[in-house]
């Protein structure tokens, strides 16, 4: 079987010019932390918080941190724990439902109270930002592969569509990633990781702090063998970032973030396969050699004046991302080059009125995008003929108008609107004259979506929060277009979409009762013209369309309990997610469920930690019931537990060793499937299902100087 094509295309020039990054990152910085002696591992919470009122809109989203549910996860979350997935990187946050595909980084089935369930491998329905700015294309859609979020400050989750003024046009939430956070870090680290299946990870970071300017620099290596046949990877990744502060009120913050990454596809198989003989691959797959080289290319800088009564701030990231996409023979290669442009003006002021203090904001963005595509047949796993050739562009425009009235210290009431103008165009460069265009089509979307909330706090130790909002996405330029016929004879043809909509209510509380932190959320949905892929019955996408109204309704928990304090520490922390997503009375499922997601998923980990430093920590994850593959619930999978098993020491103040075993008892189990069905008509044969790696044992080394 031949090789996967690592260095093929663009993705060769940025690879090398990261791993040169390497050595800079490596040397120490000018101005270094010592760590204290006394250091102990802390456990790895995932921290529900509210923002401080103070903190600035600018970076962050004030008005959905005070008023909506939000989740913080920080670089120390990850100590002495492997993490090779985004689904691992996230896995305590509520509300997020992350599916791994093959076992590596390439993209998970992401989704946020049942946004996006069937978007995979190129992610919608959540936003993907870095320190405020997309880190997507201009229709919403990104490759998450390229996301490595260990070389972050911090990764913040805004639930629900709280968020608008943020990032408008997804209904799902945000996922932020924040390069130079206040309690970034500056001293060099080395993390070193090796494990069973031939997988290899190198992290390095390293800061510096020189009179007005601050510098931070992360960069990754990952490989692997893969689990399944056809399933080896790699990657590269880089974020660097720099700060510079003019005075003591206005600062400018330039980053850059480099990726590649490529890896092989070993594709779905039937249910009784995937369970059987789950390392096995397709005979479609050996025929057909599916994989992906992605690189990215992406510069930002903001500007940023903060006054003791507000901020105005200013942004630009400008990114270039190369997709070069082998699937099986029915969809072909498709071999595209994005360029996009985004930016955002934003206003903020405090005033105060009689009793009643206000923190208003007013936020502009826009975003602009041209795509070219060339679709080409996969003629056993070679490029073949081209069948298609079409240029994309995007263009959307908001205004967001907010205000947050502090009625006392214990009460907020906010309330705010977005205003959204998106056009999405394409353009056919490939039919011949004298035959009718199939392809090219003009879209406009526009829409006016408010929303409201309050936040008390009852006493100190607990408060409550309530709000309804409304949100819009119009479709991506994946979900316009679909290939039609049969190979070899394929085509391209687009069709016009409306964009989805969603108002929901939800009620929270969280608080702490001693040693026993918690946050529960409460939310319902209803959407209008969602937006779904649907495949045929073979697992083979047939495009999308939009349905008719749907119900989204969920409960999120978290909890944290520190069963033991003192030399001795024994810790439990536990995170559950509860999602109901179903036709509201459909002509053709009635009231069935919306294919994708598990009815509950979960996690819990208890930890034990010595004073003499060593700590140990056992971790089930869960799925409970039936999960459906299609719309009518003719094809579903059960439930599963796995148990993973972790460990480490701290010899010295400078170095942790640390394993992990995941899957401890082997247990034969289905990651996902790749997409869903809008009928599966014969089950038994059908392949769209992606089973878990077996038990996989991981060492590491972290050493800070």
Not at 231 to 259: C, E, I, K, P
Not at 393 to 398: F, P, V, Y
Not at 526 to 536: F, Q, S, V
Request: net charge neutral; no cysteine.
């Amino acid at each position: 079987m031949p090789a996967p094509a690592f260095t093929k295309g663009a993705a060769a020039p940025v690879g090398t010019a990261l791993r040169a990054v390497l050595l800079f990152v490596a040397l120490p910085a000018a101005a270094q932390i010592t760590p204290d002696p006394d250091l102990v591992v802390l456990p790895p919470w995932a921290i529900e918080e509210h923002v401080d009122r103070q903190l600035q809109p600018a970076r962050e989203d004030s008005f959905a941190s005070t008023l909506g549910p939000t989740a913080v996860v920080t670089r120390a979350a990850w100590d002495g724990r492997s993490v090779t997935t985004l689904a691992e990187a996230l896995r305590r946050v509520p509300g997020v439902m992350l599916q791994e595909s093959f076992g590596g980084f390439e993209p998970p089935r992401l989704s946020i109270r049942g946004s996006g369930l069937d978007s995979a491998p190129t992610s919608r329905g959540v936003a993907l930002l870095a320190d405020g700015l997309p880190l997507a294309r201009t229709d919403g859609s990104f490759q998450s592969g390229l996301f490595d979020p260990l070389l972050f400050s911090r990764v913040e989750v805004y639930r629900g569509t709280m968020h608008m003024a943020l990032t408008p046009a997804v209904l799902g939430g945000v996922l932020n990633a924040v390069s130079l956070a206040a309690d970034a870090a500056l001293a060099p680290v080395l993390r070193v990781e090796g494990g069973d299946f031939g997988a290899t990870r190198a992290l390095l970071s390293a800061g510096t702090h020189q009179d007005a300017t601050t510098a931070l620099a992360a960069a990754s290596l990952d490989r692997a063998d893969g689990w399944r046949a056809h399933s080896a990877q790699n990657r590269t990744a880089l974020d660097a970032s720099l700060r510079h502060d003019f005075n003591a009120t206005t600062q400018l913050d330039v980053s850059t973030y480099l990726a590649t990454a490529a890896y092989d596809v070993p594709g779905p198989l039937t249910l009784s396969d995937a369970l059987a003989q789950p390392r096995s691959i397709s005979a479609a797959v050996v025929r057909d050699l599916p994989r992906r080289d992605s690189s990215l290319v992406r510069v930002a800088a903001q500007l940023k004046s903060a006054q003791s009564d507000g901020t105005v701030a200013a942004g630009l990231a400008w990114q270039q991302l190369r997709d070069d996409f082998y699937q099986l023979q029915p969809n072909g290669e498709t071999d595209s080059t994005s360029d996009d442009l985004t930016g955002h003006a934003t206003f903020a002021r405090k005033l105060a009125f009689g009793t009643t203090d206000h923190h208003l904001l007013a936020r502009a963005t826009f975003s602009t995008g041209v795509n070219a595509i060339d679709r080409y047949l996969n003629v056993l796993s070679q490029r073949g003929a081209r069948f298609a050739t079409y240029g994309a562009r995007a263009d959307t425009a908001a205004l967001s108008v907010e205000d947050i009235v502090w009625l006392n210290p214990a009460l907020a009431l906010g309330a705010g609107f977005t205003a959204l103008d998106a056009r999405r165009e394409l353009t056919d460069r490939f039919t011949t004259a004298g035959t009718p265009a199939t392809l090219s089509r003009s879209l406009n979307f526009r829409d006016l979506s408010p929303r409201a909330g309050l936040t008390w706090a009852a006493r100190d130790t607990i408060s409550f929060h309530a709000a309804v909002s409304r949100g819009v996405e119009p479709p991506t330029f994946d979900d316009l277009v679909a290939v039609q016929g049969t190979y070899p004879n394929l085509s391209l043809k687009s069709h016009a979409l409306a964009q989805q909509e969603a108002t929901t209510f939800e009620v929270g509380a969280r608080g702490r009762t001693g040693p026993l932190g918690w946050s529960v959320t409460v939310y319902h949905a209803t959407w209008r013209n969602e937006i779904l892929r649907l495949a045929d019955a073979s697992g083979l996408p047939r495009g999308a369309v939009n349905a008719t109204r749907t119900i989204h309704e969920g409960v999120e928990t978290s909890a944290r309990w520190r069963l033991l304090d003192g030399p001795h520490r024994l810790s439990l922390v536990a995170t559950s997610t509860l999602g109901h997503f179903y036709f509201d009375d459909d002509p053709v499922y009635g009231r069935n469920r919306v294919a994708g997601a598990p009815p509950l998923t979960g996690s819990a980990e208890l930890l034990y930690e010595s004073p003499h430093g060593a700590f140990a920590a056992v971790e089930p994850t869960w799925t409970a019931g039936r999960t459906p593959v299609d719309h009518a619930g003719h094809l579903t999978y059960g439930s599963s537990t796995l148990l993973n098993l972790r460990a480490g020491w701290r010899p010295g103040p400078h170095v942790l060793i640390f394993a992990t075993v995941r899957n401890l008892l082997d247990r034969p189990t289905l990651a996902s499937t790749a997409g869903v069905l809008d009928i599966a008509r014969t089950p038994a044969t059908t392949a769209i299902f992606l089973p878990a790696p077996a038990h996989g044992f991981t060492l590491g080394l972290e050493w800070k100087p």
